[in-house]
T-cell receptor, first 115, second 110 residues
Framework: DAGVIQSPRHEVTEMGQEVTLRCKPI?????LFWYRQTMMRGLELLIY????????DSGMPEDRFSAKMPNASFSTLKIQPSEPRDSAVYFC?????????????FGPGTRLTVL | SQQGEEDPQALSIQEGENATMNCSYK?????LQWYRQNSGRGLVHLIL?????REKHSGRLRVTLDTSKKSSSLLITASRAADTASYFC??????????FGKGTRLHILP
């Protein structure tokens, strides 16, 4: 199994540009999570999908952030317009089952730098 | 904040020694998980302990849970250089929310 796949691995962009991060979960997993990790705030859950439906988006910082899961094998996290404070490592994780007692499998992350 | 807090924030020990990290949380939980993150990588699940369990083992790892003190500890015995990483606890609360702590950075000295 290839594990959770994220692209790109690194993204450098200028303030105001649109950024799209992509995630392919592990086949057969029905839950997908987007996290943001910074030194100051640690690992924050942004949004959680179950069976392609957003269940909890309370962690999405503001309207500039949006996430979609059009099918069971693909999700995107979009930031528009991007700001320097969005610079962070963004992780996608998937699990078999809900947000409960199931191991989450993390992707390698996308390191985003907004200049 | 419900966020679990790991303690200490950073720990350096000699190879071969045991490493102990702690996690405290604020309200009742369903379960608690420990994850490891190597530099530049995603998190990797280590072990899960449910609220009705007190201790679990996996290889050189031993996890304890004290629900009366709302705390958990992760013990790594006979540490190795490869154990150098950050370790996070993730608490699942009764509303199914999972919150990660800020982690303990463990450095194993040769």
């Amino acid at each position: 199994d290839a594990g959770v796949i994220q692209s790109p691995r690194h993204e450098v962009t200028e303030m105001g540009q649109e950024v799209t991060l992509r995630c392919k979960p592990i086949s057969g997993h029905n839950s997908l999570f987007w996290y943001r990790q910074t030194m100051m705030r640690g690992l924050e859950l942004l949004i959680y999908f179950n069976n392609n439906v957003p269940i909890d988006d309370s962690g999405m910082p503001e309207d500039r952030f949006s996430a979609k899961m059009p099918n069971a094998s693909f999700s995107t996290l979009k930031i528009q317009p991007s700001e320097p404070r969005d610079s962070a490592v963004y992780f996608c994780a998937s699990s078999f089952g809900g947000a409960g007692a199931d191991t989450q499998y993390f992707g390698p992350g996308t390191r985003l730098t907004v200049l | 904040s419900q966020q679990g807090e790991e303690d200490p924030q950073a720990l350096s020990i000699q190879e071969g020694e045991n490493a102990t990290m702690n996690c405290s949380y604020k309200t009742s939980i369903n379960n608690l998980q420990w994850y490891r993150q190597n530099s530049g990588r995603g998190l990797v699940h280590l072990i899960l302990i449910r609220s009705n369990e007190r201790e679990k083992h996996s290889g050189r790892l031993r996890v304890t849970l004290d629900t009366s003190k709302k705390s958990s500890s992760l013990l790594i015995t006979a540490s190795r250089a490869a154990d150098t990483a950050s370790y996070f606890c993730a608490t699942e609360y009764r509303d199914d929310k999972i919150i990660f702590g800020k982690g303990t950075r463990l450095h194993i000295l040769p």
